[in-house]
Protein backbone atom coordinates (compact mmCIF):
# COMPACT_ATOMS: atom_id res chain seq x y z
CA UNK A 1 0.00 0.00 0.00
CA UNK A 2 1.41 3.60 -1.10
CA UNK A 3 1.17 6.25 1.27
CA UNK A 4 -0.86 9.07 0.24
CA UNK A 5 1.96 12.11 -0.33
CA UNK A 6 3.65 9.26 -2.53
CA UNK A 7 0.43 8.91 -4.54
CA UNK A 8 0.10 12.51 -4.81
CA UNK A 9 3.78 12.85 -5.45
CA UNK A 10 3.38 10.10 -8.27
CA UNK A 11 0.40 12.78 -10.28
CA UNK A 12 2.21 16.37 -9.81
CA UNK A 13 3.03 17.72 -12.59
CA UNK A 14 6.99 18.50 -12.98
CA UNK A 15 8.96 20.78 -14.89
CA UNK A 16 10.41 18.25 -17.14
CA UNK A 17 6.98 17.38 -18.11
CA UNK A 18 7.61 19.26 -21.57
CA UNK A 19 10.74 17.40 -21.73
CA UNK A 20 11.87 14.72 -23.99
CA UNK A 21 14.62 12.08 -22.79
CA UNK A 22 16.46 9.76 -25.08
CA UNK A 23 18.93 7.05 -23.70
CA UNK A 24 21.69 5.80 -26.47
CA UNK A 25 23.77 2.75 -25.53
CA UNK A 26 27.11 1.55 -27.59
CA UNK A 27 26.82 -1.74 -26.56
CA UNK A 28 30.32 -2.63 -25.28
CA UNK A 29 31.81 0.36 -26.26
CA UNK A 30 35.20 0.73 -24.57
CA UNK A 31 36.38 4.35 -23.41
CA UNK A 32 39.95 4.31 -25.42
CA UNK A 33 37.87 3.07 -28.24
CA UNK A 34 35.44 5.71 -28.36
CA UNK A 35 38.43 8.52 -27.67
CA UNK A 36 40.40 6.87 -30.71
CA UNK A 37 37.42 7.14 -32.75
CA UNK A 38 36.38 10.17 -34.90
CA UNK A 39 33.04 11.22 -33.57
CA UNK A 40 32.64 14.54 -35.33
CA UNK A 41 28.84 14.21 -34.90
CA UNK A 42 28.66 13.79 -30.89
CA UNK A 43 31.73 16.35 -30.63
CA UNK A 44 29.33 18.73 -32.21
CA UNK A 45 27.40 18.46 -28.38
CA UNK A 46 30.35 17.39 -25.94
CA UNK A 47 33.10 16.08 -25.09
CA UNK A 48 33.04 12.23 -23.27
CA UNK A 49 33.71 11.60 -19.79
CA UNK A 50 35.27 8.33 -18.13
CA UNK A 51 32.61 6.53 -16.90
CA UNK A 52 32.41 3.09 -14.77
CA UNK A 53 29.41 0.77 -15.61
CA UNK A 54 26.77 -0.43 -13.02
CA UNK A 55 27.42 -3.67 -14.58
CA UNK A 56 30.05 -6.11 -16.14
CA UNK A 57 27.12 -7.12 -18.94
CA UNK A 58 24.36 -5.86 -20.59
CA UNK A 59 21.79 -7.14 -17.96
CA UNK A 60 22.82 -5.83 -14.92
CA UNK A 61 23.69 -2.82 -16.65
CA UNK A 62 20.59 -1.69 -18.21
CA UNK A 63 18.40 -2.48 -15.30
CA UNK A 64 20.90 -0.05 -13.25
CA UNK A 65 20.16 2.74 -15.83
CA UNK A 66 16.41 1.77 -15.78
CA UNK A 67 16.31 2.26 -12.19
CA UNK A 68 18.00 5.17 -12.20
CA UNK A 69 22.32 4.16 -11.71
CA UNK A 70 23.65 5.29 -14.88
CA UNK A 71 27.78 4.82 -14.86
CA UNK A 72 28.95 6.70 -12.78
CA UNK A 73 32.04 9.88 -13.07
CA UNK A 74 34.35 10.93 -10.67
CA UNK A 75 34.13 14.53 -11.66
CA UNK A 76 31.94 17.27 -9.57
CA UNK A 77 29.20 17.17 -13.06
CA UNK A 78 25.68 17.40 -12.34
CA UNK A 79 24.23 13.87 -13.93
CA UNK A 80 27.56 12.34 -14.23
CA UNK A 81 27.90 12.23 -10.74
CA UNK A 82 25.13 10.94 -8.51
CA UNK A 83 26.37 12.55 -5.74
CA UNK A 84 25.97 16.10 -7.39
CA UNK A 85 22.52 15.66 -8.75
CA UNK A 86 21.22 12.37 -10.84
CA UNK A 87 19.09 13.16 -14.21
CA UNK A 88 16.51 10.80 -12.93
CA UNK A 89 15.72 8.50 -10.10
CA UNK A 90 13.27 6.66 -7.60
CA UNK A 91 12.29 9.58 -4.80
CA UNK A 92 14.24 9.75 -1.22
CA UNK A 93 13.34 11.72 1.45
CA UNK A 94 16.25 12.01 2.63
CA UNK A 95 17.81 13.25 -0.57
CA UNK A 96 19.24 16.87 -0.54
CA UNK A 97 19.86 17.52 -4.27
CA UNK A 98 16.58 16.87 -5.87
CA UNK A 99 17.09 15.00 -9.24
CA UNK A 100 16.03 16.78 -12.49
CA UNK A 101 13.18 13.78 -12.68
CA UNK A 102 12.01 11.90 -10.06
CA UNK A 103 9.59 9.08 -9.44
CA UNK A 104 7.67 7.72 -6.68
CA UNK A 105 8.70 4.64 -5.47
CA UNK A 106 7.38 1.04 -6.77
CA UNK A 107 8.59 1.15 -10.33
CA UNK A 108 11.33 1.60 -12.35
CA UNK A 109 12.25 4.96 -14.69
CA UNK A 110 11.02 3.98 -17.32
CA UNK A 111 7.67 2.83 -15.98
CA UNK A 112 7.96 6.33 -13.93
CA UNK A 113 7.64 8.14 -16.65
CA UNK A 114 4.90 6.11 -19.04
CA UNK A 115 2.64 6.88 -15.26
CA UNK A 116 3.28 10.32 -16.39
CA UNK A 117 1.84 9.79 -19.66
CA UNK A 118 5.21 9.81 -21.60
CA UNK A 119 4.90 7.37 -24.76
CA UNK A 120 7.73 4.94 -23.67
CA UNK A 121 9.57 3.40 -27.04
CA UNK A 122 12.84 1.25 -27.15
CA UNK A 123 14.39 -0.34 -29.94
CA UNK A 124 17.55 -3.14 -28.63
CA UNK A 125 19.96 -4.90 -31.06
CA UNK A 126 21.25 -7.61 -28.44
CA UNK A 127 19.06 -10.65 -27.48
CA UNK A 128 19.15 -9.85 -23.43
CA UNK A 129 16.24 -7.57 -24.32
CA UNK A 130 14.47 -10.27 -26.26
CA UNK A 131 14.85 -12.83 -23.67
CA UNK A 132 14.70 -11.23 -20.63
CA UNK A 133 11.16 -9.19 -19.71
CA UNK A 134 12.69 -6.59 -16.74
CA UNK A 135 14.74 -4.91 -19.48
CA UNK A 136 11.05 -4.03 -21.50
CA UNK A 137 9.60 -3.33 -17.96
CA UNK A 138 7.41 -0.20 -18.96
CA UNK A 139 7.85 0.43 -22.71
CA UNK A 140 4.35 1.21 -24.17
CA UNK A 141 6.64 0.04 -27.62
CA UNK A 142 9.62 -1.98 -27.89
CA UNK A 143 11.24 -3.92 -30.72
CA UNK A 144 14.63 -6.29 -30.78
CA UNK A 145 16.43 -6.17 -34.00
CA UNK A 146 19.44 -7.48 -33.96
CA UNK A 147 22.65 -5.44 -35.17
CA UNK A 148 21.34 -2.42 -37.47
CA UNK A 149 21.21 0.88 -36.79
CA UNK A 150 19.86 2.11 -39.66
CA UNK A 151 16.25 -0.02 -39.28
CA UNK A 152 16.49 0.88 -35.12
CA UNK A 153 16.70 4.69 -36.28
CA UNK A 154 14.06 4.01 -38.94
CA UNK A 155 11.36 2.34 -36.35
CA UNK A 156 12.12 4.30 -33.51
CA UNK A 157 11.26 7.39 -35.42
CA UNK A 158 8.34 5.79 -37.10
CA UNK A 159 6.91 4.93 -33.34
CA UNK A 160 7.82 8.38 -32.19
CA UNK A 161 5.32 10.18 -35.72
CA UNK A 162 2.76 7.88 -34.39
CA UNK A 163 1.95 8.96 -31.37
CA UNK A 164 2.19 12.77 -31.85
CA UNK A 165 1.97 15.50 -29.53
CA UNK A 166 3.37 13.07 -26.50
CA UNK A 167 6.78 13.79 -24.27
CA UNK A 168 8.93 10.65 -24.69
CA UNK A 169 11.52 8.07 -22.84
CA UNK A 170 13.29 6.75 -25.96
CA UNK A 171 16.04 4.41 -25.38
CA UNK A 172 18.44 2.46 -28.49
CA UNK A 173 20.69 0.22 -27.81
CA UNK A 174 23.02 -0.35 -30.70
CA UNK A 175 24.98 -3.44 -31.06
CA UNK A 176 27.59 -2.79 -33.75
CA UNK A 177 30.66 -2.03 -31.26
CA UNK A 178 29.60 -5.31 -29.84
CA UNK A 179 31.48 -8.51 -30.94
CA UNK A 180 32.24 -9.19 -33.94
CA UNK A 181 32.48 -5.45 -34.49
CA UNK A 182 30.60 -5.24 -37.63
CA UNK A 183 28.44 -2.89 -39.17
CA UNK A 184 25.98 -2.90 -42.35
CA UNK A 185 28.34 -1.93 -45.54
CA UNK A 186 31.96 -3.21 -43.71
CA UNK A 187 33.77 -4.73 -46.35
CA UNK A 188 35.23 -8.38 -46.28
CA UNK A 189 34.59 -9.93 -43.07
CA UNK A 190 37.43 -11.14 -40.70
CA UNK A 191 37.45 -14.81 -40.41
CA UNK A 192 40.08 -15.09 -37.66
CA UNK A 193 38.61 -12.26 -35.82
CA UNK A 194 35.10 -13.82 -36.09
CA UNK A 195 36.16 -16.85 -34.52
CA UNK A 196 38.39 -14.87 -31.99
CA UNK A 197 35.27 -13.26 -30.85
CA UNK A 198 32.96 -16.13 -31.44
CA UNK A 199 30.05 -17.43 -28.41
CA UNK A 200 31.91 -20.47 -28.28
CA UNK A 201 34.95 -19.12 -27.79
CA UNK A 202 34.26 -16.48 -25.54
CA UNK A 203 31.85 -18.14 -23.42
CA UNK A 204 34.60 -21.53 -23.13
CA UNK A 205 37.81 -19.15 -22.48
CA UNK A 206 39.32 -20.11 -19.33
CA UNK A 207 38.81 -17.15 -16.98
CA UNK A 208 41.80 -16.81 -15.22
CA UNK A 209 44.71 -14.02 -15.43
CA UNK A 210 47.52 -14.72 -17.01
CA UNK A 211 50.47 -13.24 -17.02
CA UNK A 212 52.00 -13.51 -20.58
CA UNK A 213 49.48 -11.26 -22.99
CA UNK A 214 48.98 -9.63 -26.01
CA UNK A 215 46.04 -6.62 -26.97
CA UNK A 216 44.02 -7.69 -29.87
CA UNK A 217 44.99 -5.14 -32.04
CA UNK A 218 42.37 -6.00 -34.96
CA UNK A 219 39.91 -6.37 -32.94
CA UNK A 220 40.41 -3.06 -31.26
CA UNK A 221 40.66 -1.25 -34.40
CA UNK A 222 37.24 -3.08 -35.67
CA UNK A 223 35.41 -1.65 -32.64
CA UNK A 224 37.07 1.88 -33.57
CA UNK A 225 35.54 1.48 -37.01
CA UNK A 226 31.79 0.47 -35.70
CA UNK A 227 32.26 3.77 -33.00
CA UNK A 228 32.92 5.83 -35.74
CA UNK A 229 29.43 4.38 -37.82
CA UNK A 230 27.41 4.55 -34.76
CA UNK A 231 28.71 8.47 -34.64
CA UNK A 232 26.83 8.64 -37.90
CA UNK A 233 23.82 7.02 -36.87
CA UNK A 234 23.71 8.59 -33.72
CA UNK A 235 24.05 11.91 -35.48
CA UNK A 236 21.29 10.97 -37.53
CA UNK A 237 18.92 10.20 -34.62
CA UNK A 238 19.65 13.60 -33.27
CA UNK A 239 18.75 15.10 -36.57
CA UNK A 240 15.33 13.54 -36.30
CA UNK A 241 15.18 14.86 -32.79
CA UNK A 242 16.01 18.21 -33.91
CA UNK A 243 13.31 18.22 -36.13
CA UNK A 244 10.81 17.31 -33.87
CA UNK A 245 11.63 20.38 -31.84
CA UNK A 246 11.22 19.63 -28.36
CA UNK A 247 13.34 20.03 -25.56
CA UNK A 248 15.35 17.05 -25.38
CA UNK A 249 17.71 15.23 -22.97
CA UNK A 250 20.58 12.75 -24.51
CA UNK A 251 22.47 10.30 -22.84
CA UNK A 252 24.78 8.64 -24.89
CA UNK A 253 27.14 5.72 -23.18
CA UNK A 254 28.09 2.40 -23.58
CA UNK A 255 26.91 0.10 -21.15
CA UNK A 256 29.61 -1.75 -20.30
CA UNK A 257 33.23 -2.48 -22.14
CA UNK A 258 34.92 -4.81 -23.05
CA UNK A 259 38.48 -6.94 -22.94
CA UNK A 260 40.66 -7.40 -26.51
CA UNK A 261 43.22 -9.68 -24.23
CA UNK A 262 44.38 -8.02 -21.59
CA UNK A 263 45.48 -10.31 -18.46
CA UNK A 264 44.43 -13.04 -21.07
CA UNK A 265 40.89 -12.28 -20.82
CA UNK A 266 38.45 -11.59 -23.93
CA UNK A 267 34.92 -9.89 -24.14
CA UNK A 268 33.15 -8.55 -20.88
CA UNK A 269 30.86 -10.11 -17.95
CA UNK A 270 33.66 -10.42 -15.41
CA UNK A 271 35.48 -7.19 -13.41
CA UNK A 272 38.22 -5.83 -15.54
CA UNK A 273 38.72 -2.06 -15.82
CA UNK A 274 38.57 -2.48 -19.43
CA UNK A 275 35.23 -3.84 -18.90
CA UNK A 276 33.95 -1.11 -16.53
CA UNK A 277 35.46 1.73 -18.15
CA UNK A 278 32.89 3.26 -20.66
CA UNK A 279 31.97 6.55 -22.52
CA UNK A 280 29.06 9.02 -21.49
CA UNK A 281 28.05 12.47 -22.64
CA UNK A 282 24.89 14.17 -21.62
CA UNK A 283 23.59 17.19 -23.29
CA UNK A 284 20.42 18.83 -24.39
CA UNK A 285 19.01 19.94 -27.87
CA UNK A 286 16.55 22.04 -28.85
CA UNK A 287 17.20 23.94 -25.24
CA UNK A 288 20.04 25.45 -23.21
CA UNK A 289 21.82 23.89 -20.88
CA UNK A 290 20.15 22.57 -17.62
CA UNK A 291 20.65 25.29 -15.03
CA UNK A 292 23.30 24.03 -12.39
CA UNK A 293 21.41 22.58 -9.09
CA UNK A 294 21.92 24.69 -6.21
CA UNK A 295 25.39 23.51 -4.05
CA UNK A 296 24.43 21.80 -0.57
CA UNK A 297 26.72 23.65 1.99
CA UNK A 298 26.33 20.55 4.28
CA UNK A 299 27.58 18.23 1.96
CA UNK A 300 30.37 16.09 3.06
CA UNK A 301 29.77 17.23 6.38
CA UNK A 302 27.90 14.51 7.86
ZN1 LIG B 1 26.12 -5.05 -23.45
Redesign the pocket.
Known sequence: MKLPFLRRLGRRRQPCDDEDFLLITW??CRYDTYLTARTPRLDAHCRPRRGWAMGT??LP?HVAMFHGFLPHVFEPAPFYNRHVQQLWRISHRDLRNPPLVSFPPGAGIVEGFRRRGYFTAGIAA?DWFRDTAALRDGFEYFRVTGIDAQAQNRMLARALEASPGRSCFAFVNYGET?SPYRHRGMKDPNPSLEARYSPRRIFNQRGVWQEAWTFDQEAFASQVTCAEFLDARTGELLDFFERRGRPTTVVVCA??GECFGENGLYG?GFYHEKVMEIPILIFRINAPPHPAPPSDPSADTA
Open positions: DSYTAMHDHH
